[in-house]
Nanobody, 129 residues
Framework: QVQLVESWGGLVQAGGSLRIVCVVSGRTSGRTFSTYHMGWFRQAPGNEREFVAH????????DYADSVKGRFTISRDNAKNTVYLQMNSLKPEDTAVYYCAADPSYGSTWIKGDGMDYWGKGTLVTVSS
């Protein structure tokens, strides 16, 4: 069974930086971490879950929500089964629980994160003004 565990969320002042981490363990039959598309989503209180960033199998493609483009960077280390989200120039509106997700494919369902194979339990990021 695949497990995703996020960590290193916390409290940061506006304009600051934070790097959150997602470690993936386990494997399904015939598929390993390196064959999954990985992504980050977030959900603020009272809001729907929203897409933040995606990275392809070999880090050959990345995509970002317009709201974080130029400030956030997603990366992965397949040797460590780990995906990262570097967040710079943080704003109070970035406050949310950030979730890591994995799926064998990437497409329009990622807009809301519908049908993703695996989810982590989230890590809270709070940005104070």
């Amino acid at each position: 069974q695949v497990q995703l565990v996020e960590s290193w969320g916390g409290l940061v002042q506006a304009g600051g930086s934070l790097r959150i981490v997602c470690v993936v363990s386990g494997r399904t039959s015939g598929r390993t971490f390196s064959t999954y598309h990985m992504g980050w989503f977030r959900q603020a209180p009272g809001n729907e879950r929203e897409f933040v960033a995606h990275i392809g199998w070999r880090s050959d493609s990345t995509d970002y929500a317009d709201s974080v483009k130029g400030r956030f960077t997603i990366s992965r280390d397949n040797a460590k089964n780990t995906v990262y989200l570097q967040m710079n120039s943080l704003k109070p509106e970035d406050t949310a629980v950030y979730y890591c997700a994995a799926d064998p494919s990437y497409g329009s369902t990622w807009i809301k994160g519908d049908g993703m194979d695996y989810w982590g339990k989230g890590t809270l990021v709070t940005v104070s003004s």
